[in-house]
């Protein structure tokens, strides 16, 4: 069994440092690098994919909203048009450092409130997936396993990450807790880790209701900015090794 895991790096900010990316990056095997709208701008963009190369790391856009304020978890209504607009930006400006330092862009995977509003908005995940298909239909498409946003990549032969997460909680129709609930987080790394193994080795998530949940395991998130997420990636690596499961960008 073979199975990527992912964090979301490069959420620095000038002199604002958040999250420990030198310190995760060698044990993940793919990042989603903020492209300078939630978080990150063009000195931490560089410096990340510079650190992702020496470590051989799948290296993935994270596109959100504008706005840093809210570090990208506060939904903006905007027409489908702009959200194409908003998206070709972002991960043109990544795809450029990529260039610059000659390597690929694997994948891309929505940020915050937008990942989440694809969720319930069908059309604005075609949306995100047609900008992206323009700039690369070679480009893979991350989103909540058997969410809108990995159909809408399969539809049109993009390939497609279904994404499990390692420290959020779920709902009975699979989608992320909302993180204005209080038990939206998980913050234990046992609890974390098996919460993950249940979805690998079993294709279920425990919803907060009790319910299984089917659910497809194709890479496993852990958020960078979280203070536990270095103890958590420790944790589920030891814990997929052990089950001889093969750690690998897809």
């Known amino acids: 069994m073979k199975i990527d895991l992912n964090a979301d790096l490069g959420e620095s900010f000038g002199n604002y440092t958040i999250g420990n990316d030198a310190a995760i990056i060698p044990l993940i095997t793919s990042a989603n690098i903020a492209c300078g709208m939630h978080a990150g701008d063009f000195n931490v963009m560089e410096e990340t994919i510079k650190l992702c190369k020496t470590q051989n790391i799948g290296i993935g856009a994270h596109p959100g909203y504008n706005d840093l304020m809210g570090f990208g978890r506060r939904k903006v209504d905007m027409p489908y048009d702009e959200v194409e607009a908003l998206i070709t930006y972002q991960v043109g400006a990544i795809q450029a450092f990529c260039k610059r330092h000659d390597v690929k862009l694997n994948h891309v ?14 059309q604005l995940a075609e949306c995100i997936v047609s900008a992206l298909y323009k700039l690369d239909p070679e480009l893979k498409v991350m989103g909540i396993a058997g ?61 907060k209701d ?11 998130c852990v958020h960078g900015d979280g203070p536990e997420a270095l103890q958590f990636v420790e944790s589920i690596r030891k814990a997929l090794q052990a089950q001889h499961i093969e750690l690998t960008t897809i």
């Open 109 to 122: 995977k929505p940020h915050g409130a937008l990942y989440n509003a694809t969720f319930q908005d069908e």
């Open 147 to 207: 969410g809108h946003l990995v159909h809408a990549a399969e539809a049109k032969g993009m390939t497609a990450i279904h994404e499990v997460f390692a420290d959020r909680n779920y709902e009975a129709d699979g989608t992320l807790v909302s993180r204005s609930e209080s038990d939206a987080l998980i913050h234990d790394a046992d609890e974390a880790t098996a919460h993950i193994l249940r979805m690998i080795n079993d294709g279920v998530v425990k919803a």
């Open 210 to 220: 009790g319910t299984l949940v089917p659910i497809k395991a194709d890479s496993i």
